[in-house]
């Protein structure tokens, strides 16, 4: 089986590691040649021409634009593909999107999975990844493998490949939450001179996760760089699931007061820190 990679970003380049280190026949792309060349594994020059060539293709992009230049712009990867070749998509983008490439992969004869994943750039090193499989089952068995090289777990959510998304940006939803509730309730408890490290220690043993202990250290020791994943997709998460609310005609109004943190966050410079440094904006907000 010979499979394609296409974004080798933070998460990307991790997860491509991994494959290549497992022996997979591997073969990248990445719109910024540099950071391909590193992987030492053969390089495409277009997403068509690392299309053409592989059984299977495995996209990590940024976001829906960047989905839709690799897969349908000029030199896209949908052209190049076989008939009875199979893109795994496993970037955060919206049900939109992945509702559009589901219909013009089937158009062209070609499988789709969508794979969107748990986890951070460590997680992706270490292949502990957590990823939401959705589209065919029969699919999603014949590449379990590769899933098993990227992540510590994979769970298949269904056959319409969109719903994979939504279990993705619902999840986000749940760690962006905390976030501003971790950087609402330090700021306050700063502000009031009680001992903010304390109520840290008493809660992250009540709330016992290691997304609440990584997450509150972040905010504890306001350690925002280098972003493990940057704000400025914090606040394209929160959009995706306004956007999924407004679909599904769901209130959803904290994600309303979510998304203007985040805008506000990027206004004032923090796009490129760690999502978690949504906490700075709220103690600036604070006035700390
Ligand atoms: P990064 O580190 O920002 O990497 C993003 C990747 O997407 C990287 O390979 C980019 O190429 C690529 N990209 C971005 N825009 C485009 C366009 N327009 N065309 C082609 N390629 C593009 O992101 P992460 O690895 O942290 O995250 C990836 C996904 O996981 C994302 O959905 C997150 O929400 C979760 P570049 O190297 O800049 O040329």
Redesign the pocket.
């Known amino acids: 089986m010979k499979v394609g990679f296409?974004?080798?970003?933070?998460?990307?380049?991790k997860m491509a590691a991994n494959l290549i280190e497992a022996g997979i026949d591997l073969q990248v792309y990445?719109?910024?040649r540099e950071?391909a060349d590193l992987l030492g594994t053969p390089l495409a020059d277009s997403p068509a021409a690392l299309a053409s060539n592989v059984d299977v293709l495995i996209t990590?992009?940024?976001?829906d634009?960047?989905l839709h230049?690799?897969m349908l712009?000029t030199d896209g990867a949908i052209a190049g593909l076989k008939p009875n070749a199979l893109h795994i998509s496993?970037?955060?983008?919206s049900i939109e999107i992945i509702k559009a490439l589901t219909e013009k992969h089937r158009h062209a004869g070609q499988h789709f999975l969508s794979s969107?994943?748990f986890g951070r750039?460590d997680a992706a090193e270490t292949a502990g990844l957590v990823i939401v499989v959705a589209g065919s089952q029969e699919q999603a068995k014949a590449v379990r493998h590769l899933y098993q090289h990227m992540g510590k777990a994979w769970h298949y959510v269904g056959e319409e490949p969109w719903k994979a998304n939504l279990f993705k940006i619902a999840g986000n939803f749940w760690i962006s939450s905390m976030i501003e509730t971790i950087g609402e309730s330090t700021t306050l408890l700063k502000k009031a001179g009680a001992n903010h490290e304390q109520f840290f220690e008493i809660l992250t043993g009540i709330f016992q996760s290691p997304i609440y202990e990584n997450y509150g250290k972040n905010i504890l020791h306001e350690k925002y760089e280098p972003a493990g994943?940057?704000l400025k997709?914090g606040l394209?998460?929160t959009q995706l699931i306004a956007d999924a609310a407004r679909t599904f005609l769901v209130p959803m109004p904290f994600v309303s007061a979510l998304r203007d943190n985040y805008t506000l966050a990027v206004n004032r410079g923090k796009a490129d820190i760690d999502w978690s440094g949504l906490a700075r904006q709220i103690g600036e907000n604070g006035g700390m």
């Open positions: 296409i974004g080798l970003g933070r998460m990307g380049s990445n719109r910024t950071k990590m992009l940024s976001d634009q960047a230049d690799t712009g496993m970037s955060t983008v969107p994943v750039p994943f940057a997709y394209k998460d």
